[in-house]
């Protein structure tokens, strides 16, 4: 399959890997909308949070179980935001689930 982030999670795309562990990854966004913008993602290639279920949902919890220390490895302590955009209308451009974890200033109210 020829997917960019499982490419980057396979360490065959370069990418400034800020933590990995057997079952995910997190790396800096190319294209930063913050001052810091990291991206989650698991291993094994799920398309969208709405392609998660039963047998995949440790892959989520893997990466919310490891958020907290990634976020404050970032030095975001005063908050920050997760997003997981989901296909055309989400506005998804790369069709391996991630998070974005933003933060490193006042975000805008508004989310869309
Ligand atoms: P989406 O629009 O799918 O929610 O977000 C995709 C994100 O992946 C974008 O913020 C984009 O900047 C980032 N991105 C796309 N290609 C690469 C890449 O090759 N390396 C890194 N580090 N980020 C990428
Ligand atoms: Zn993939």
């Not at 790396?27 to 995949?56: G, M, T, W, Y």
């Amino acid at each position: 399959m020829d997917c960019i982030f499982c490419k980057i999670a396979a360490g065959e795309i370069p990418s400034t890997k800020v933590f990995e562990n057997d079952k995910i990854v997190a790396f800096k966004d190319l294209n930063p909308q913050a001052p810091v913008h990291l991206l989650v993602i698991p291993r094994e290639h799920i398309a969208s949070a709405d392609e998660v279920n039963a047998d995949n949902a440790l892959s989520i919890a893997e990466i919310f179980k490891n958020i907290p220390s990634i976020a404050a490895d970032a030095g975001l302590t005063n908050g920050y935001r997760i997003i997981t955009n989901i296909g055309e209308d989400g506005c998804q451009s790369v069709k391996h689930m991630h998070f974005h974890i933003l933060g490193g200033t006042k975000l805008a109210e508004r989310m869309c």
